[in-house]
């Protein structure tokens, strides 16, 4: 089945302790993003990546990072979070903008 | 830079009536729009798009939007909503080329309540 995956899909986790929430997709698809979705603010990406070893920001990538290795992994990195990044986040992929996105599940982050 | 207005944070319409759904866009550059929906606790799903050509592109399960440049809009139409229409609207855009080529900037969202 084609698919976008993020895990895990919830966490709850401390001020500063770094985690990274994982995204793959079995579609090969070449472009890749990040989002995260706050209530009244719509979703607003993070990173996004047009290919393997190429990424750029969004319109909020402070506190965040990504890496593109290999095409079908895309994970996302907080080094040390904060309580305003709780968020629900959402991982997409594409054939290639402005190809259909597919959105993966959401992960839901709590920071305390 | 490019931005994205949803004119609308709420709609409430009853079953079987038509529903317009605002959104207006700014960009120095040509752009391509995108209409996404979010049923609840889902991820979000293209709903139709606007690449080039005809002005006015549809979906499958009869929604409709057209493409105003003069008036930077692209407005979701459907003329007979009913109850599984209730979800969460998106309307996104994209620079057709250049600088930030990729970026995809989302509206706030408008949410559709369609009541029996």
């Known amino acids: 089945e084609a698919q976008v995956t993020q895990n895990p899909r919830y966490l709850i986790t401390v001020t500063g302790k770094k985690l990274t929430v994982t995204c793959s997709q079995n579609m090969n698809h070449e472009y890749m993003s990040w989002y995260r979705q706050d209530p009244g603010l719509g979703l607003r990406q993070i990173y996004y990546?047009?290919?393997?070893?190429?990424?750029d920001k969004g319109d909020v990538p402070e506190g965040y990072k990504v890496s593109r290795k290999e095409k079908r992994n895309f994970p996302l990195i907080l080094e040390s979070p904060s309580p305003n990044q709780t968020s629900l986040y959402f991982c997409?992929?594409?054939?290639?903008?402005?190809?259909?996105?597919?959105f993966g599940p959401g992960t839901r982050l709590t920071v305390t | 830079a490019q931005s994205v207005t949803q004119l609308d944070s709420q709609v409430p319409v009853f079953e079987e009536a038509p529903v317009e759904l605002r959104c207006n866009y700014s960009s120095s550059v040509s752009v391509y729009l995108f209409w996404y929906v979010q049923y609840p606790n889902q991820g979000l799903q293209l709903l139709l798009k606007y690449l080039s050509g005809s002005t006015l592109v549809e979906s499958i399960n009869g929604f409709e939007a057209e493409f105003n440049k003069s008036q930077t809009s692209f407005h979701l139409r459907k003329p007979s909503v009913h109850i599984s229409d209730t979800a969460e609207y998106f309307c996104a855009v994209t620079n057709a080329g250049g600088t930030s080529y990729g970026k995809l900037t989302f509206g706030q969202g408008t949410i559709l309540t369609v009541h029996p």
């Open positions: 990546s047009m290919n393997v070893e190429v990424t």
């Open positions: 997409a992929s594409s054939p290639g903008t402005p190809n259909e996105q597919y």
